[in-house]
C-alpha cells in the first residue's frame, strides 16, 4: 500500500508521500494533503494575478477482510471556493470551461469531490494476486501517477501544461478497473466516464461507463516505476461533444533518499492525444524533479514542450483581441510547441504535531513561438509563485517516534 499513488497507480518504493496514519481498532486510518496559499502573478498580454489557495486532503481508510485487504477513500477540495471557478493564473495553460467558454492561460479548480471509491486486493498464490477500484469518482487505469501525488511535483503548486495530455482523466464520474498484479508488475484495465468534469465543482456529476483504458506497471527496483497506457474516452469536451479522443502516455519514475532526512524523485512523462481523424495527433513531454535535501530545504524543477492547437489557445479566427488590438486568427487545426521552464524553492521555517509550514517561491519562464508573439506580448512571458505550503510530514518506518520523522 505505500507505494501507491493516485487511483491505482504506483510510485518507486525508495520514496514516500506525507502522510499521518493511526490505528482506529481493526482500521489503519491514513490523511494525506497539501495546503497552498499564494499570490501568482502571470505577466504579459495574457497574463493575470491572483490571491488564492489550492488545496486537498485524502482519507484512506483500511483493514484485513474475507481474506483480503480493503480500504475505503475519499479526495476532497475546496479550489472552487479558494481560486474560484475559473482556476487560477497560468500562461500557456489549456483545458475545460468557464461561462460556457474555453479555459486558456488558467488552471481550472479541482471538483469538491475529487475521488470517493473503494479498492479490495486479494492473493491468489503467495505471488500473484488480484484487485478492483470502484469509484462514483476516482481514476481509471490510464495516465501515469497525478501530478498533485507525485514524490517528483507534490511541493510544486502548479500543474502541468501537458496536464489534458497525461493525467487529466485523475476525476472521473464513474470507474471501475480490474488488475492483476505482483510485486514487480501490475496489468490493469478500467470502463469510465470519458467527459472531463462540468463547472458545477461541488457535485457528483451522472456516473457514466462509456470509455475504456488498459495500463501496464512495472517496479524493477526499489527506486525505479515504469508505466505505459492506452484509452479511449468518448466525448472528453463539453463544447465538442461528438468528438471522441484516443490518448497514449509512458512514464518513468525515479526515486532514493538523501542521507536520514531526504529525498530526491524524478519523472519523466510523454502524453499524446488523438482527436478525430488520424491527422489530429499531438504530444506532450515533461520532466520534473523535487529534492528534499533535508528537514528545512526543497528544491524543484520542470520542464515542458507541448503541442497544442489554435482551438486549445484560443486563438481562432476569424480574430481575437490582445491587449486592445484586434488580431488575425489561425485556424482551429493548426498546432503550435509550447514550452516552459520552472525552478522553485522551499524553506521550512515551523513544524507542529501534524503538520509542517514552509515559505516558497517558483519562477517560470515560457516560449512561444514568434506567431503567437502578438498575443502574449512577448517571446518569453514570465510567471511567479509565492506561496506558504502547510502538509503533513510522515515517519516512513525509519524513526520510532513520528515527531523524529523525516521532513517530507
Not at 333 to 355: K, M, P, T
Not at 393 to 404: D, L, T
Amino acid at each position: 500500500m505505500t507505494r501507491m499513488g493516485s487511483g491505482t497507480t504506483w510510485i518507486p518504493d525508495a520514496v514516500i508521500l506525507p502522510s499521518r496514519d493511526r490505528m482506529l481498532r481493526d482500521w489503519m486510518i491514513m490523511t494525506h494533503g497539501f495546503v497552498f496559499l499564494q499570490y501568482d502573478k502571470q505577466t504579459g498580454d495574457r497574463g493575470d494575478e491572483q490571491f488564492g489557495s489550492l488545496n486537498w486532503v485524502m482519507m484512506m481508510a483500511s483493514r484485513n477482510l474475507a481474506g483480503g485487504h480493503f480500504q475505503a477513500r475519499t479526495m476532497l477540495s475546496i479550489d472552487p471556493l479558494t481560486v474560484s471557478n475559473r482556476g487560477y493564473p497560468l500562461l500557456l495553460q489549456t483545458g475545460e470551461t468557464y461561462r460556457g467558454q474555453r479555459l486558456h492561460d488558467r488552471q481550472h479548480p479541482h471538483d469538491f469531490w475529487m475521488e470517493l471509491g473503494l479498492l479490495y486486493q486479494r492473493e491468489i498464490t503467495p505471488r500473484l494476486a488480484w484487485s478492483v477500484y470502484a469509484a462514483p469518482a476516482g481514476e481509471p487505469a490510464l495516465g501515469p501517477v497525478a501530478f498533485m501525488h507525485r514524490p517528483s511535483a507534490m511541493d510544486n503548486p502548479a500543474a502541468p501544461l501537458g496536464h489534458h495530455w497525461q493525467d487529466a482523466t485523475h476525476v472521473s464520474f464513474g470507474v471501475l478497473t480490474a488488475a492483476l498484479f505482483t510485486n514487480t508488475w501490475q496489468l490493469e484495465g478500467s470502463i469510465f466516464n470519458g467527459r472531463e468534469p462540468d463547472e458545477n465543482r461541488w457535485n457528483i456529476e451522472p456516473i457514466k461507463l462509456d470509455s475504456y483504458s488498459g495500463r501496464i506497471t512495472v517496479n524493477p527496483t526499489r527506486n525505479w516505476s515504469v508505466t505505459a497506457g492506452y484509452g479511449y474516452l468518448k466525448s472528453p469536451e463539453l463544447l465538442e461533444p461528438d468528438e471522441s479522443m484516443r490518448r497514449v502516455t509512458a512514464s518513468v519514475l525515479h526515486g532514493a533518499q538523501i542521507g536520514d532526512a531526504g529525498q530526491i524523485a524524478s519523472t519523466f512523462v510523454w502524453g499524446a492525444n488523438q482527436h478525430g481523424g488520424e491527422t489530429d495527433f499531438s504530444s506532450s513531454f515533461l520532466l520534473e524533479s523535487e529534492a528534499i535535501l533535508d528537514r528545512s530545504n526543497t528544491i524543484f524543477g520542470r520542464a515542458e514542450i507541448v503541442n497544442k492547437s489554435a482551438g486549445d489557445l484560443v486563438v481562432e479566427e476569424p480574430f481575437v483581441t490582445a491587449g486592445g488590438v484586434a488580431l488575425p486568427g489561425f485556424a482551429a487545426g493548426e498546432h503550435f510547441n509550447v514550452a516552459s521552464a520552472q525552478l522553485g524553492y522551499i524553506r521550512d521555517v515551523a513544524r507542529f504535531h501534524w503538520s509542517t509550514l514552509g515559505i516558497g517561491a517558483a519562477g517560470t519562464l515560457n516560449f512561444v513561438p514568434k506567431s503567437l508573439e502578438p498575443y502574449y506580448g512577448s517571446k518569453n512571458p514570465l510567471g511567479l509563485f509565492v506561496f506558504l505550503r502547510m502538509r503533513p510530514f510522515h515517519a516512513n518506518g525509519r524513526s520510532a517516534n513520528p515527531m523524529e520523522g523525516m521532513h517530507h
